[in-house]
């Protein structure tokens, strides 16, 4: 993800989930009815509630092309900076609540009910219309200087389109993709915008009403198919949702298998959301990796992930190694089953997931320190933990290992080849690939294990979230 991706329509009313079918009763069967006892609920009550703290952003790692957000001439940030667009103790600044990176791109949600963006809007990831024609700087330009001009419509956080979103609509959530975008409503309603892309660099994003094919979608429209939704997450190129029964759907690209089946036949459609056949007894929570997907069942509390395995990110020892190693159906994830898993992030190669006593795990690809595991030489050693290449490298962590230099953790983000931990005495780690300072540690060196992040503008901040894209990061507090 590190090169730079290259009509109003009329409102209309809120989508509603569809009404039970009447049933008709004859007077006798009414009588030998007992009387309810419980309260029924309405239709109109929401399924989802809104985050109500509010978050302090603090952004590092390239803004070449608008990523952090910091406005047109600022470009880049070795050390975490406070977004002051997304100060939550200045009363004029956008009061975010909730945030999601993509490949190049931020999704937020602010307290009142907006949905902002910022960074890469090539293939209309932003939702809203960027066009600015005062001189743009050359994307080859690599001075990093503070003079440099962005496209202000892009590097500053503004609001996504609203003229398709029906008036009541509520949100609670947002996800990003690569190219890709999606925000959740309070009746478990999805809306999205940008595109997906198949190996090919085909751009596909969906259908419109009439059934024709929609290459990119310019501003929110609601995802057909979907109901009932408590969680959405996004790959680079795929998104997934979870409903209220636990049935998890995929939609997007899925050449990669991340739809749990192979697509053939009158199963190659991908453009539709489809169930994922795993977690028998339905899922409590999901996540994802660029081209892998993970959840967590709700019986057995056992852990699954499918997709893209080429360096065990999918959490199957036997089958990584290969360059194009895809799952064929879900796979059991052993080490994770069990121990209470809240947390499940993917990059493009490598894993991490975070379990209820705090302990953080990472596994797949190793050789750029993308795991901030310091291993030892037992480990390494190891042929069921460790795979060497050719030259007899260590190169793939093939099971899910503690990171034990951060204690106790609460989240956990995976960019493209780094990872940001947050520990829970609000402190942050990062490690792997630094090379744009996606690591905050105020340098671009890569880092093989995990290091404080460190600075004045988090020095006094108890960080509760972190966020990864491909070459930047973002870091969040919440106002106490």
């Not at 940030?77 to 600044?93: E, G, I, Q, V």
């Not at 939704?229 to 991340?258: K, P």
Request: glycine share 12%.
């Amino acid at each position: 993800m590190s090169s730079r991706r290259s009509g109003r329509a009329p409102n209309k009313a809120a989508p509603a989930p569809p009404k039970p079918a009447a049933v008709a009763q004859t007077k006798k069967s009414r009588a030998k009815q007992p009387p309810r006892k419980r309260q029924k609920i309405s239709e109109e009550t929401p399924l989802n509630t809104a985050p109500s703290s509010v978050l302090s952003v603090f952004v590092f790692g390239s803004g070449e092309n608008g990523e952090l957000g910091l406005g047109p001439r600022h470009t880049a940030s070795t050390r975490p900076r406070l977004n002051p667009f997304l100060d939550a103790k200045d009363p004029n600044a956008l009061h975010v609540v909730r945030l999601a990176c993509g490949g190049m791109h931020t999704v937020a949600l602010t307290a009142d009910n907006r949905l902002v963006t910022w960074g890469v809007n090539d293939n209309d990831a932003l939702g809203r219309r960027t066009d600015w024609d005062d001189g743009l700087r050359d994307v080859d330009d690599e001075s990093g200087s503070d003079d440099a001009e962005l496209n202000p419509h892009e590097s500053t956080p503004k609001e996504v389109s609203s003229e398709t979103i029906p008036d009541g609509t509520r949100f609670v959530d947002v996800a990003a993709g690569d190219s890709c975008s999606f925000a959740l409503t309070d009746m478990g309603f999805v809306y999205g915008w940008g595109t997906f892309r198949d190996p090919e660099g085909n751009e596909r994003f969906g259908y419109s009403p009439s059934g024709v094919l929609i290459k990119r979608q310019p501003v929110p429209i609601l995802v057909p198919g979907l109901s009932r939704i408590t969680q959405i997450v996004c790959g680079a190129n795929h998104a997934l949702a979870l409903d209220a029964a636990g049935t998890i759907w995929a939609w997007g690209s899925g050449r990669q298998n991340q739809f749990g089946r192979h697509l053939f036949g009158r199963h190659q459609e991908s453009l539709k959301p489809r169930p994922v056949p795993v977690c028998r007894g339905g899922a409590r929570l999901i996540g994802s990796g660029e081209y892998h997907c993970f959840a967590v069942g709700r019986r057995k509390d056992d852990v699954w992930g499918w997709g893209l395995n080429s360096f065990g990110q999918a959490g199957d020892p036997d089958t990584a190694g290969g360059d194009s190693a895809l799952l064929p159906y879900p796979v059991k994830i052993k080490a994770l089953s069990g121990r209470g898993v809240t947390v499940l992030a993917g990059g493009a190669h490598h894993s991490a997931a975070v379990a209820a006593d705090g302990q953080v795990y990472a596994w797949g690809r190793m050789d750029g320190g993308q795991l901030g595991v310091k291993f030892t030489e037992e480990q390494l050693g190891d042929e069921e933990a460790v795979r060497r290449d050719e030259r007899d490298k260590p190169r793939i962590c093939l099971q899910p290992t503690p990171v034990p230099q951060l204690g106790e953790a609460v989240h956990v983000a995976c960019g493209t080849d780094h990872t940001i931990f947050v520990a829970k005495d609000g402190g942050a780690w990062a490690t792997g690939f630094g090379s744009e300072g996606q690591l905050g540690l105020g340098s671009d060196d890569d880092v093989d294990a995990v290091q404080r992040i460190q600075g004045k503008a988090v020095k006094d901040w108890k960080l509760t979230w972190a966020g990864a894209g491909g070459q930047f990061s973002s870091l969040a507090a919440a106002v106490v």
